[in-house]
């Protein structure tokens, strides 16, 4: 069984920055990608930031510029630092990973999410 724990949600004004923290546990022989995903109030859920095993990273275009993923492969954590933040990046954040259990399976997991709200 994986779990994945988010933190560092909160209330932030327009232009505030946060930084939000997950940390994987369980039967996780290796991690292929982990990434942060948002869902807005009436919205789907879509992709914000991506890093892959081999070190790159892939952004929405609505955040490019504002917002660094990063990860520590040997604790298992990715990290979103989340600058100049917009009422419109007002979501629920959720972070996921891909990757490889202990019988060879590749599985996805998710966390709980964390609420992010920006306003003045």
């Known amino acids: 069984q994986v779990q994945l724990v988010e933190s560092g949600g909160g209330l932030v004004q327009p232009g505030g920055s946060l930084r939000l923290s997950c940390a994987a546990s369980g039967r996780i022989l290796s991690i292929y990608a982990m990434g942060w995903y948002r869902q807005a109030p009436g919205k789907q859920r879509e992709l914000v930031a991506v890093?892959?095993?081999?070190?790159?990273?892939n952004y929405a275009d609505s955040v490019k510029g504002r917002f660094t993923i990063s990860r520590d492969n040997a604790k298992k954590m990715v990290d979103l630092q989340i600058d100049s933040l917009k009422p419109d990046d007002t979501a629920v954040y959720f972070c996921?990973?891909?990757?490889?259990?202990?019988?060879?399976?590749?599985?996805?997991?998710w966390g709980q999410g964390t609420l992010v709200t920006v306003s003045s």
């Open positions: 890093s892959a095993s081999g070190g790159s990273t």
């Open positions: 996921n990973i891909r990757y490889r259990d202990y019988i060879g399976r590749t599985l996805d997991a």
